[in-house]
């Protein structure tokens, strides 16, 4: 999978696909570098199909389309993902910040609920699991936490850790840096 930083600032589900897909429609492959660890070719990117994928938003459950691009070289396919959305997960990530920040301020989900409506308790708390399992002590050793800026968030971890804050799935991932 590749992550890309793609501006998008409501919760609006067809704004969602929208802002999307102008992304996808600008989108440059040659740009693109192959995240398979064995090639790692650049300009070998062409666009190949897309899948569908559950979001929850504040606004409620929805689908986006999201782009499966091929290498031409290894024949290896990813997914371009948006850097709010966090890897085999429907719930964003400002609302896995949400609950974490929330958390290390000792609420719990109970205390606190998510302000996203489709985010349930029993959800929040599976996210507060995830991060102590895999992600609380990889923060910490990097001395950074869930209360810097998202994209500093996302930047340190893909520098450290070659994976999205809260990925857990350990599938290749690489991010994208548009130059546009």
Known sequence: M????????????????????KFVDSLECVQLKCSNSDCGVSGQII????????????????????????????????AILPDWLVPYSQVLLEDHLEILQNYVKGNTPNTTKPSNPEVDVRTAYYIIKDYRDNWQENLRSISTSVFIGKKELILKCFSEYKFQFMQIKKTKNSLFLSTT
Not at 71 to 78: A, G, L, P, V
């Open 2 to 21: 590749i992550t890309c930083f793609i501006d998008f600032q409501t919760s609006q589900a067809s704004e969602m696909q929208k802002c999307y897909d």
């Open 47 to 78: 666009k190949h199909a897309y899948y569908r994928r559950n979001v929850k938003l504040g606004s409620g459950k929805t689908i986006l389309k999201v782009l499966r691009v091929i290498c031409k070289k290894c024949e290896t396919t990813h």
